[in-house]
């Protein structure tokens, strides 16, 4: 009887889905490293954009996703390893990059703040449903440009309206895309553990 009612306590409000693995610290460790990994990975699906100095990449998909997977604090720590690491010389950002003196980097320090953003919206259940996923990626993204455009515009001398329309119009498709892949993705994952549960 109490085996049955441990997985309908992992599932109440305020768990995220890297919750239902066993807790240790191994566990969180590891985590955040795949994390990190995956966004990583991802910004290596990287594809230039004519004109602009940002290219449409997977690294905010991973970002979004590895926040709402791993909750805030996951989730930022995740993406801090992934900016540090690829500030040190690790060459994965996207295009293959490393460093902090390119002018996409407000990207990924929006994409820390995302991360932390929509892991804590996932606490609160964002992920569950379709509409609250979009909800979520929505303002993620959101986060994302509010940080990388401004920086854009300060690190190559544009205009804010210039930043605009290369650092943000060019990419409006492809992130609704991502939403609409993790409004499918999030929401699918829940009920499938909810079958198993």
């Known amino acids: 009887m109490s ?3 441990a997985p309908a306590r992992t599932l109440r409000a305020g768990t995220v889905l890297a919750d239902l693995v066993p807790a240790s610290r191994a566990r969180d460790i590891a985590l955040v490293v795949g994390g990190a990994a995956l966004t990583g990975l991802a910004a290596q699906l990287s594809v230039p954009v004519p004109g602009s100095p940002v290219p449409v990449s997977g690294q905010t998909f991973a970002a979004l996703l590895v926040g709402t997977a791993l909750g805030a604090r996951r989730g930022f720590l995740a993406l801090a390893l992934y900016a540090v690491a690829g500030m040190a010389g690790v060459p994965w950002f996207a295009e293959g990059s490393s460093g902090y003196a390119m002018p996409t980097f407000g990207y990924i320090l929006g994409m820390l703040l995302a ?3 929509v892991g804590a919206l996932a ?3 964002a992920d ?5 996923t979009a909800g ?4 993620g993204s959101a986060v994302i440009y509010a940080v ?3 920086y854009l515009a300060l690190a190559t001398g544009m205009t804010l309206g210039q930043a605009v329309a290369v650092g943000l119009t060019p990419f409006l498709i492809g992130d609704a895309l991502k939403a609409a892949l993790a409004m499918g993705a999030l929401p699918a994952t829940w009920k499938l553990v ?4």
């Open 115 to 117: 991360s932390t953003v």
């Open 3 to 5: 085996t049955a009612a």
């Open 194 to 197: 909810g079958r198993k549960g």
């Open 136 to 139: 979520a990626m929505v303002l």
């Open 148 to 150: 990388g455009v401004p």
């Open 123 to 125: 606490r609160r259940g």
């Open 128 to 132: 569950r449903s379709v509409l609250r």
